[in-house]
């Protein structure tokens, strides 16, 4: 199994408003739709989402990465909890299946840089 080595550092150029990011192929790995949220000024936290196709033959994993912009990059999941909405890491990472598309959007998966 290949492990994803995820380039933070072209979707971290902004902070302030919005940013995407333009699509990436990573060996079987396609990369697109990447954008981060803007988050206010001195926030401890950010989040990051794109869509993930494994055009291999077989499966990957996201486990992590790395970004200029925090100390701390991991890979989250949102869930109800007692009609709470709260987040939590990924332990394992995030398994894509080959032939599989993974979308990270608000609400459900995505990249947290802390
Ligand atoms: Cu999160």
């Known amino acids: 199994m290949n ?3 995820f380039i933070a550092a072209i979707l971290v150029g902004c902070w302030v408003a919005p940013a995407h990011a ?12 990447l954008w981060v949220r ?3 000024k001195g ?4 989040g990051g989402y794109m869509t993930i196709t494994n055009t291999g033959s077989a499966p990957d994993r ?23 909405m709260k987040m939590r890491p ?9 032939g599989q598309t993974i979308e990270l959007k608000p609400g459900g998966y995505h990249v947290m840089f802390v």
């Open 3 to 5: 492990r994803i080595q």
């Open 22 to 33: 333009e699509d990436v192929t990573f060996g079987s790995l396609k990369i697109s739709a």
């Open 38 to 40: 803007a988050t206010p």
């Open 43 to 46: 926030a401890p936290v950010g």
């Open 62 to 84: 996201l486990i992590g990465g790395s970004a200029d912009v925090s100390s701390r990059f991991e890979i989250h999941e949102m869930s109800m909890d007692n009609g709470v």
């Open 90 to 98: 990924v332990g394992k990472g995030l398994e894509i299946k080959q």
